[in-house]
């Protein structure tokens, strides 16, 4: 055997080479087709498709968008002709017919067109209607009549209706959520008085003084009652009558009407500043009709505050533990147990976890700060109910295994003589440990942030109990004093994935929702994880070389 | 670099190796209280004080007196009744084989060895005429008082400002202006200063190896303690960069006591005044650096200069 001959053990370390490559590929592969599967289903949910009328051999006439084209699946005993196809039609107009979708064979279609005078209506109820425009009257004034006229007329008049909703809007969510919350916490106070057991002098004269403000406040209330009622009934003066492609008619209120189009007058450039349109839609609005349309910025807001919550309490939480079992506590069994316990609580399944979230967070912390804070609210709950604060403390509880662990190895990273350093210039430990060894873990301990950023912006399941809803009437943070309401429930993307694929009355209209609203899941997961990767980078580079 | 460069200094150093009874020795060693010395003087007359002051009227005062130390790891004895002084402003340097318990003695005087469990130790420093391992000394400002520069250069991950202001914040001093005036001195002392002076705000891990040893001895130095410990501080430099320290610690001993581990025996020759030939935690050898390499009197000593020794 020639000494220049490969020998066979390096062949062997080469096949092996090869094989992990190959693993590593076939991880991203799947990373990649999960990406395209979310973007292929999810991505066209805001692309419009042109409007198709549709004659069938029966004669009926169907209008709406096709959604999906199958082959036709032959039953036992029949045989298809191979290129036979079904179509799903999505026709809307679910306050006529019930139903959004149907199917139905191709062969079934007499003649096919697109016509131009043809309207989508996206509405605040029912969804989509499709068909034509007929009349547009105020009361009972004509003002336009004819497809042509009636839709020339549309577009000014609804534009000052979007004007007036948003200004119904605002005065719902200013003024009058306002004197509703200072009525509230009046009512709360009138009950605090009456708990506190005063004498029955100062407690009549304290109970005359709320009243009075409250009647006060009342009185503003039916003050600005009344304008929302004129606002809304201006709002609802003029009506659009719509004929459907089967000659129903049908009279929608033009402040009704998020959107109104003639997809099939589109070029290109229409359908590209539609579809960011409806992007800035599903992003930053609330969602309508059982979180089947609209946005879902409310569950992005949940998300992102429940993970910065979380990131809050388990970080200092989880780095202080660390110290003390890496830098103070006598390296022992004792310590390696308590090492081997917290790793075994990063095994949990996380619904047990909820489920202690709720007995010690809700019922037991919250039920007592509820007693001693807020006995005036009482029996309706304030903290002992679920929470958002109560799930950013379930979850922090959840990852802080995931921080200790990731704060131990920076921590473990720091080299002795670093220390030494410090303390051979007259340091204590105390300060050499704070000022030296936990600057130099900064990394790291970030690292250990990331880690459980990320597994909590993923975990639904505990959260189910412990304060995260369908659909949360406010914001966690608003206006009103104090700003940031930890004690309210909140929306989370991923639950809301479950509720509307699953949940929902409509799922074939909500399959892409789901899809769309994963993949914003994961932007926001990636977003939070670049930025936090981007702080460590930057702190690496500050201490370049640094351990970690 | 040649050996030549820091030669002999003192003259009288080769001069005579032996003198009569020189008086102003007498004054230096009276705060150091005859009696541990004199049963280990009667028990092993050739040793106790391996340089009898009657002998080296040279070495002066004295800051660092070490009597009859011995130190254990567990029950390995690492140290075995050292007896020596260190003489004040000078420059003192242990030679020896590695593991001969050098550093371990070095960071005997600083009290580093507290950290580690399982040391015990006998004998007595003293400092300053007052014992170091007295419990009722205060180790963090006894170690403001002997700071150390360590064999691997160790900067704190932050920038090269915040490294030599450490110490003086540690001990107290925040104003903007003093810390500044500090670092700059700091630095100057350290012959940093120049290199350093338009990039004191980025991180000190970005300078070189002996950029970041001399950033260290500024750190020591910025705290203005009486005596540095040093070991081996150009043991991972290049020559360039160790003639750099070499030349500095020569400056440093107007102001500073210094105590040098090296095993780099031309290092003591060329820059110590003393030197201790330690051997299996022994103190072999101790005398003023030239007489030690010309006239070794311990036949150990003059294998290992000699390099006839492992
Ligand atoms: N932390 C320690 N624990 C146990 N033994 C040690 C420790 N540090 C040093 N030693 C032992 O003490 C002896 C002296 O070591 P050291 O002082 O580092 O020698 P030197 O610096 O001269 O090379 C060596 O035998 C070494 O193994
Ligand atoms: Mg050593």
Known sequence: MSSIQKPSRDRLGDSLTALCGGA?????????????????????????????????????????????????????????????????????????????????????????????????????????????????????????????????????????????????????????????????????????????????????????????????????????????????????????????????????????????????????????????????????????????????????????????????????????????????AKQGPLVRAVRIAVNNLAGVPSIVFGVFGLGF??????????????????PTPTFGTGGILWGALTLALLTVPVVIVATEEGLAAVPRIVREGSLALGATKFETTFKVVLPAAAPGILTGMILAMARAAGEVAPLMIVGMVKLAPALPVDGNFPFVHLERKFMHLGFHIYDVGFQSPNVDATKPLVFATALLLIAVVTTMNLVAIAIRNHLRRKYAGSAV | MSPTSTAPRESEMISEPTSPESPHLAAPAAPIPPAPAAPAAATRPEEGWPIDPALDPRMGETILEIERLSLWYGAKQALHEIWMRIPKRQITAYIGPSGCGKSTLLRCINRLNDLIDEVRVEGRIRFEGSDIFDPRTDVNSLRKRIGMVFQKSNPFPKSIYENVAYGCRIHGIERKRELDEIVERSLRGAALWDEVKDRLDESALGMSGGQQQRLCIARAIAVEPEVILLDEPCSALDPIATAKIEELMVDLKERYTLVIVTHNMQQASRVSDYTAFMYLGEMVEYAPTQDLFLNPRKKQTEDYITGRFG
Request: a negative charge; glycine letters at 8%.
């Open chain 1, 24 to 328: 590593l590929a076939l991880n991203l592969l799947l990373i990649l087709a999960l990406l395209g599967l979310l973007l292929a289903n999810g991505g066209g949910y805001f692309w419009q498709k042109p409007l198709e009328e549709l004659t069938l051999a029966d004669g009926r006439v169907l209008l709406g968008e096709i959604h999906d084209r199958k082959p036709v699946a032959a039953r036992a005993g029949e045989t298809v002709a191979p290129e036979a196809q079904r179509i799903q039609l999505k026709v809307g107009n679910r306050d006529l017919d019930g139903i959004d979708f149907l199917w139905l064979d191709e062969s079934e279609i007499v003649s096919r067109s697109r016509p131009l005078d043809t309207v989508v209506l996206e509405r605040l109820e029912w969804g989509n209607f499709y068909g034509r425009m007929v009349e547009l009257r105020r009361g009972s004034e004509l003002l336009a009549a004819g497809p042509e006229e009636v839709w020339k007329a549309f577009g000014p008049l609804h534009e000052e209706k979007l004007r007036e909703r948003e200004a119904i809007r605002k005065l719902e969510k200013g003024p009058i959520g306002d004197v509703n919350h200072a009525i509230e916490r009046l009512r709360l106070e009138r009950r605090k008085v009456a708990l506190a057991r005063l004498p029955a002098a100062a407690e009549e004269a304290r109970l005359a003084g709320l009243e009075a403000a409250e009647r006060e406040r009342e009185a503003e209330y039916e003050a600005l009652a009344e304008r929302l009622f004129s606002l809304r009934a201006a709002l609802d003066a003029e009506v659009v009558l719509l004929e459907a492609a089967d000659g129903r008619r049908k009279e929608l209120p033009v402040g009704a009407v998020v959107r109104a189009l003639r997809p099939n007058t589109f070029g290109f450039l229409d359908k590209l500043a539609l579809n960011a349109s409806r992007l800035g839609e599903f992003v930053f609005d609330d969602p309508r009709e059982s979180n089947t349309e609209g946005g879902i910025f409310p569950a992005i807001f949940g998300t992102v505050m429940m993970v910065f919550l979380m990131s809050f309490a388990v970080v200092p939480f989880g780095v202080l533990a660390a110290l003390y079992l890496r830098e103070y």
């Open chain 1, 361 to 378: 967070f809700v019922y037991l912390v919250g039920g007592s700060i509820d007693r001693l804070f807020y006995p005036e609210a009482l």
